[in-house]
C-alpha cells in the first residue's frame, strides 16, 4: 500500500487513539475515579484501638481470608518500664476473636493493628520475578493472582509478615485496602467497622482529607522507618517497643 | 511472631537449589583449572567434572519448579521478567550458563569422539552420536585445533559464568534487606567459595569411585592436587563464614539476640556440629594433615574419601542452615517457629531424596554415552577415517 499524504492524516490520528488505550490498560473499575488523583494510606491511632478484633473479622469475610492466614491483625503489647527492647507480644489467632483479659496490668499494655503497609518503594513488587505484585498509580500494592507464580519471594521480602500463600490459590496474598470498595468511594471493611475510630483510610492527595490536619497536628510514625520502604500505614502514639 | 510467619515458605528444595547449582559451579572451576590454567595435574577429572557439571544443572530447576504455586506459569519469568527482580534474572544466567558455557564447551570437547563414534557405532548407538554431530563431520587438523581455541576461549567465559552463576544465588538471599540471616554484602562471595569447595570435593569423590567401579587404578598424584586446591578454597570460604560471624557477634545489632538463640537451640546441630565442626574443621584438619605429613597412598586416599564426603555434608548443611535457618525467627525478632518436614508430599523428602539422586543417574548416561575417561580402551577407536581429511 502507498502510503500518500492522504492515508497518512488518517492513520497518524487512528494510531494516537490506538496507542493510547495500550497505554492506559484495562479500563477503570469504577467509571468516575480517577487514579491520578488518589494516592492512599491509612492512619492508625493506637492510643484508641481497643483490641475488640472487628476490624480481623470484617477483613476476613469481605475478603475471604481462609482460616490461619490474615490480611490484617492485632498485636498485644506489654512493656515492663525497664524492658522496652524486650516486649510481651501476642496475637491470638490474629486477634480475631479480641483478647483475654490481661493479669498483668504493670508496666505498658496497649493493642497495635497490623497490615500491609502499602510501601511506596516495597521490597516486594522490586523481587516479584513477573511483576505480578505492583504498586497502583493510587499507591496500593495489589497481586494479580492470574499472574502470580506462587515463588513465594514477595513473603520474604516483606519486612512487616504481612504476606502470604493462599493455600486455595496457591498464590500469594496480601491487604489490598479493600481496592474494590476504596474505588467506588467506600471505606475499607476494616475502617467501616472500628468502633472507636481507630483506623481511618487516608487519600494523601486529597487537600480536604482530615489526614493532613492530623498530620500536622501530631507525631507519627511507620513501622521499621529504618527499612526505608516508604510505608503508608502511619501510627499515632507508637511505643518505641513496637516492630 | 508475626501471625503469618508460622508456615515456612522455603522448604528442602530450596535448600537443594543452591546446593545443586553450587556442584555445577565448583565442578566447572575445577575444569577450568586444568584447561586456563594448565594444571595438568587435574587432567584426569577435567571431563568428568564438565560432565557433572552438566548432570547437576538439568537437575537444578527442578527443585524450583515443584516449589512453585503455579509451575505452569514459571515461564512467565522469561517471557515478562521484572526486570529489578534477583530471581527473574537469575532465569537468563542460568539460560546463558547452560546453552553457552557448558553445553558449547562439553560438545566442542567431545566433538572428535562422537563424530568418530557416529561412524564406527552400530544400530540405535549410531543415530544416538550422528544426532549428537549436529551435521559436523569436519576432524582435520586445523578444524580441531579451532575447537581448542573456541573451547579455551568458552572456558575463560565460563568462570566468570560459573561465579556469576551462584554468586547470583548468594545474591537473591543476599538481597533481602527484610532478613538479617540472608541479608549480607559478604553472601554472593560466601556462595561462590562455598560452591568451589562443595564442587571440587564432589568430583574428588566421584573419580575415585569411579576408579573402584571400574576396577581401574586411579592418579594419586591427581587426588593430591585436588585436594590441595580443596583445602586452600575451604580456608577461604571458612574465613569468610567466620568473618561474617565476628562481625555479627561485635556489631550485636538488634537482630542479634534473636539470631544468637536461633543458632544456640534449633540450629546448634546443623550450624554448628555438622556445618562447622564436622563438615569445615574437621576436613581442612584431615587435609592439612596430609600436606604436613607423609602418609601411604592408601592412607591418603582414605583421608581424601572422608575429608571430601564430610564437606560435602558440610556444604549442605550451610545449604539448610541459610535457607531454613532463615525462616526460623521472627521479622519483629520476638519468636521463633519450626521446620515440619513432611515425607512423601510435593516439597517432602522423598522428593528431595529422589532430586538428589537424579543428577548421578543422569551422570551415568552421559558417562555411558561420552566416556570421560583417558585410559587406552576407553578412548574412541583408531583410525577412524575424518571425513574431511586435513585441511
Redesign the interface.
Known sequence: MDITRRRLLILLPAAAVAWKYIQAGTPEVSPNYKLAEHWWGMLIDIPKCIGCGSCVRACSEENDVPDGYFRTWIERYHVADWKIERPEVESPNGGIQGFPPNQDTSGKNFFVPKLCNHCADSPCTQVCPVGATFVTPDGVVLVDKSYCLGCRYCVQACPYGCRFINPKTNTAEKCSLCYHRITKGLTTACCEVCPTGARQLADLKNPKDPIHEFLRTHTVQVLKPHMATGAKVFYNGMDGSVR | M??????L??SILIVLYPFITGLVAGAFILASLERVFRVQAVKPTYRLALLTALSFLLVAPLP?QL????PE??L??YL???R?????MF?FVYLWYLMAVLLLEIWLDYRRDIIQKSQTSTGISRLVYRALTLGSDNISERSLRIDERLGYFITLIGIPSAFLLHGYVGF?FG?????PWWSSPLMPIVFIFSAMVSGIAAVMLLYMLSGRLRGKPIDVRCLDKIAQYLMYTFIIDFSLEMLDLLQRIYEADESFRSLDFMVHTRLWTSQVIIQILLGTVTPITLLGLTQILKFTETIRKRIYAVAGSLTVIGIFAMRWNVVIG??LF??????FTTYKMAFATREGLLTAIILILLPFAILWVLVKLLPPWLDADSLPASGATPAHGTS
Open positions: 508475626y501471625p503469618n510467619e508460622v508456615e515458605q522455603w524450583l516449589h512453585l504455586g503455579h506459569r514459571s512467565e519469568m515478562t521478567p521484572h529489578s527482580s534477583a530471581m527473574a532465569g537473591i538481597s533481602i534487606k527484610a532478613n532463615g525462616q521472627s521479622k519483629s525478632f520476638l519468636g
